[in-house]
Structures are given as structure tokens and as C-alpha cells.
């Protein structure tokens, strides 16, 4: 590969990625606010503009030399730009990876020696077989997920390196650090190129479940609006008519309003006359809740009496 055959510093300043991998070849935009990565990032851009990137493996404000993995990837800062509350943007360019050997500490800053491993070149029939399996599973994914830009299939269906494809969708895909970091430190291309396989699988069959509920949800909210419509169509055939289960609840209201009921058996009453009024009198529901109002109506509610306490 090209960058087997360039040369970089031994000793780079450090900045400590928390939940973020960064890949060779790919450019990456980084949100820098912890003192130490702050002055790490101002040592490079007074220099040669030369990073190292690597996952901490905890979440301590100032990790230490044992809290980062040895695998990272050094990168060039391509943008910068400071922003408010002494914060640092910056877009990062992946150059390829490389392991640390030792880090020390210089004044806040983390200086990293570094050693080469850059990915070896490789072709073949697998690693092609595997390519042409991402681009499929990538193009199923995009009908899929008709919100995402269709710029990213030509993106991909333009890279023809294999590792710069699985360094690309890896860094694209919604995958844990520690996932990425695995991607990262695997020698193999096979191996790299497997593992986004196996993601890019698992996107998928998330988004067809998700568009399956989705469309298993506007069927339900489909079947009920067709009930709405229909009741109201036999609403308007029954007011047209003038007759017939209009009159009889209409009359029944009255009844009811006229027996003064206790307010806890008016809310109910009023329950079940809304349900018989979606009801057609042929249904056994429906001379259910008549004989149900017929005895709240025999039932004396206004009527009082004198009580009679002597039992003689």
C-alpha cells in the first residue's frame, strides 16, 4: 500500500479518544476539550501537524499510560477550529496504524513512541468475494432506509481498495468503540472485512424489523380509521332515516337524564350508551345493554324514604 512506504516521526503527541476509533484513510471530525488533548492537538499544528489517536479503555478525565490501547492510527489535522468555552474542532485524516512502544508525559500533554503497522496489501478471491458481498448487503440497507442519502452508495461502489472499504463502513456503522477498536487491532484484512460483513448483516435485519412494526403499526392505525369511517357512514344512514337505533338512544338519554342517577353510575351509564350507539340492534351485544338499562331504570334512585329504626 502507499503508506507502507512513508515515513513517519517516532515520537507523536497524544490524544486519548473516548468511545471513538479513528481509521486510516478515512477522515474523521473530532470534538477536542480536555486540557491535555487541547495542548497535544496545538503541539501538532506547531509542528508537522502530526497526531496519534487511540481508544482509552476507561473514562478517567486524565488517563493515564496504561489506560490507552496500544493500537491507534496516526493522523493529520486537516481543519481546526476553536469554538466557545476554550473547545477545539478539528477533522482528522487517518494515515495508517500504528503501536505504541512507550508514552510519557510532557507537562499536560501525552507524548506517544510509535512503530509502524501498517495493514499488509492484500488480494484475493476470498477478499474480493467479501467485497462484493458488502456492496450488495450496503445496497440492500440503503432500499431499505429510505431517509439515508443516496450519495453514500456511490461512495462506496467508488472504493476499490478492500481496506479502505472496511475502514469506511466501520467507521459509518453503529458499532460499540470496543467493536471498531477490534476491527482496528485484526492483521488480517479477511478478518476486517468479516466483521463489517457481520455488521452491516445485523443494520439490516434491525431495519427490516423496524419497517416491520412500522408497517404492522399503520395497519392497525389503517383498520381504525376504517371502522371510524364506517360507523359514521351508518351514523349519517340513520339520522337519513330518522328511525330506528338514532331515536332509541336518543330517548334513552333522556330517560336516563330524567332518573337522576349518582354521578358514579351516570359515568357509567354514559359508557354504555356510546358503546350501544356504535351497535346495531341485531347484535346479541345490543339487547345486553338494553336489559342492563332497563333494570338502572327500575332502580328507585331519586326516591327516598323514612328510615325505620325499631325493629317492633
Known sequence: MANDARTYPS????????????????????????????????????????????????????????DLKTIGTIAAIRQMAKVPNDGIHVIVEGLMRGRVDAITRSGLALRATVSSAADAA???????????RIHELVDRGLSLATGLSQELRGLVSGIDDPLRL??????????KADEKQQILEQDQLTAK???????????????????KIESAAQQ????AQRQYYLRQQLKAIQ????????TEVQELRKRLADAKLPESVAKVAEREVERLERMTPASPEYQMIRTYFDWVLDVPWATT????????
Open 193 to 211: 472485512l468479516q466483521t463489517v460483513s457481520k455488521a452491516l448483516g445485523r443494520e439490516i435485519e434491525l431495519l427490516e424489523m423496524k419497517n
Open 239 to 246: 339520522e337519513e332515516l330518522g328511525e330506528g337505533e338514532k
Open 11 to 66: 515520537e507523536l503527541p497524544v490524544v486519548a479518544l473516548r468511545q471513538t476509533v479513528v481509521f486510516p484513510l478515512t477522515l474523521q471530525p473530532l470534538a477536542v476539550n480536555r486540557p491535555a488533548s487541547i495542548e497535544s492537538v496545538n503541539r501538532a499544528l506547531g509542528g508537522d501537524r502530526l497526531l496519534f489517536l487511540t481508544l482509552q479503555a476507561t473514562d478517567k478525565d486524565e488517563p493515564e499510560p496504561g
Open 166 to 175: 472496511a475502514y469506511v463502513l466501520a467507521s459509518l456503522l453503529d458499532m
Open 122 to 132: 492484500e488480494r484475493s478471491i476470498e477478499i474480493d468475494a467479501y467485497v462484493r
Open 220 to 223: 392497525e392505525m389503517t383498520d
Open 305 to 312: 324514604t323514612e328510615d325505620r329504626l325499631d325493629p317492633i
